[in-house]
């Protein structure tokens, strides 16, 4: 009876922790093969064969097709530079400047990588060319529920997002990359009370 | 006291091993990955549209939102592949995934022939042949030896504003993804 009891927990904390810690690992951000800027992670090996086990995993689990390295290269972003996750009702400036790349994008998506919010196809991303720049090259677009003068990316909506910046034609992966890239920092504006 | 403290260790190693199984076992056995997702898009050898700009659903997760996609399933075991688009787009890339979405090759519209899309996909056989008699086509073709016969093309397409929406729909919908014959020295018996 013993012997049973005991191979019943061997099997419980085996299955149960390994099969928990393997829907985390391949669901959530993870530091294997990532490229960390600020608040800014990207995988730049998702799409080659070379990349580490977590990576191919999360990539075959989620059916995502990676940007190769001609194409370009994506971050992601779920924080503020305070380390608190983005929130659809707050106001948020993204500023700085990005890694040199021919053009970039930038869009509001949920967790599971689809967009938020239908029919909002004009405010709810940003392209490089049509962004407001200061002299300098840098740029700030204000991420917020309200309409904002200059550079404004549209949310609606309550809860958690993620903001996704892709590079394309960078030559942070086409080339063998680039000292000291650099990528815009995320601060919070405030919430609506 | 010590019976019990082994009883967990052992479950622990046992959770462990079976972490890793399953996540070195994902890539082989995910029935939602992005193959399984096209082959319901649409038959192979021809281009079926993954998404359009601004389209809120998509079939494919985390696609950017001024993009049109487009995808063609091929199978180089049949023939070699040839690719084909015209248009004159703002940026355009292309890449080559192997059947598990790995990419195996990519080039956008700076570094083509021409800012041409053409490429020509050949498995190590069928370059062979193509190296002994090359093909007037291949000329202008970025050729690209894969080393996998099943897998699938990707076409992305800048859409910068909805102004250029006709162009993008034409360069996706008429973008060719077709049987590429090299021409055999031999005749073929089966003819008389």
């Known amino acids: 009876m013993r012997v049973f009891f005991e191979i019943l927990t061997v099997l419980v904390i085996g299955l149960g922790l390994g099969g928990v810690l393997s829907l985390y690992s391949i669901q959530n951000i993870h530091g294997f093969g990532a490229l960390q800027i600020g608040q800014w992670t990207a995988w730049p090996q998702a799409g080659s064969q070379n990349a580490d086990p977590y990576t191919k995993a999360k990539v075959a689990a989620a059916g995502e097709v990676p940007l190769g390295a001609s194409e370009g290269i994506v971050f992601h972003a779920k924080t503020d530079k305070t380390g608190k996750r983005l929130l659809l009702e707050c106001n948020y400036h993204v500023s700085g400047r990005t890694p040199p790349a021919r053009l970039w994008t930038i869009s509001i998506h949920n967790d599971d990588g689809t967009t938020v919010g239908k029919n909002l196809s004009l405010y709810s991303k940003l392209l490089s060319q049509t962004l407001v720049r200061q002299q300098d090259g840098r740029f700030t677009i204000t991420v917020s529920p309200e309409a904002s003068p200059g550079n404004w990316l549209r949310t609606r909506g309550n809860g958690v997002y993620q903001l996704i910046l892709r590079l394309y034609d960078s030559p942070l992966t086409s080339t063998r990359g680039i000292v000291d890239p650099e990528m815009p920092e995320i601060s919070l504006l405030g919430c609506p009370s | ?192």
């Open chain 2, 1 to 192: 006291m010590k019976r019990t403290f082994y009883t967990v260790v052992i479950g622990l190693v046992l959770a462990a091993i079976v972490h890793l199984l399953i996540v070195l076992l994902i890539p082989s056995y995910a029935t939602k990955d992005s193959w399984a997702k096209l082959e319901k898009l649409g038959e192979p050898w021809r281009f079926s549209i993954v998404a359009l700009p601004g389209a809120s659903e998509s079939l494919l997760p985390l696609v950017d939102p001024s993009f049109g996609i487009a995808a063609c399933r091929f199978d180089l075991t049949e023939s070699p592949l040839s690719v084909e688009a015209h248009g004159n787009l703002p940026f355009w890339s292309v890449a080559i995934f192997d059947r598990r979405g790995r990419n195996i090759y990519s080039f956008n519209d700076r570094t083509s022939i021409d800012r041409h899309l053409f490429l020509i996909a050949v498995n190590s056989i069928q370059m062979a042949q193509i190296r002994k008699t090359p093909p007037a086509e291949a000329e202008k073709a970025v050729l690209v030896l894969s080393d996998t016969n099943q897998g699938f093309v990707l076409i992305r397409a800048l859409q910068p504003d909805p102004t250029w929406k006709k162009r993008l729909n034409r360069f996706l919908t008429e973008a060719k993804c077709e049987r590429f014959d090299i021409v055999e020295e031999k005749t073929d018996p089966s003819d008389n």
